[in-house]
């Protein structure tokens, strides 16, 4: 697998969700200026100081709806390439990529450039 550099994601810092699109095993999160993750791994949502996780074949009920229209006020990416995004509105949405061990986990997508983990 491929580590992540920080300075590879500093491009989500002030971008807002504009939209979510969900399916059966994967999330999208589509942010302004033409930017994207998906998400195919098992990841968490902070919000309104209760946590909602989302494993593939047990979810829970995610307020998706509640996410639309936050901007990410930060992000941390671990060596394993896990990725905390911090919003505004104190959301905060982790992606445990390494809870995929041996397939894609997420990509980001920034224009033309996809980087996939």
Known sequence: MKTLK????????GKEIIQICIGK??????????????IECEFSVLLNQ???VWVSDTKDEIPFGSLIGIV????????????VLTF??????EIIASSNDGFESYQVRNGETLIII
Do not use: C, G, R
Not at 25 to 38: A, M
């Open 25 to 38: 095993y994967q999330i999208i999160l589509n942010f302004t200026d033409d930017i994207s993750i998906d």
């Open 6 to 13: 920080a300075s590879d994601l500093s491009f989500l810092e």
């Open 50 to 52: 209760e946590k909602y």
């Open 88 to 93: 505004s509105d104190d959301v905060l949405i």
């Open 72 to 83: 990410v006020n930060s992000f941390d990416l671990d060596i394993q390439n896990n990725l």
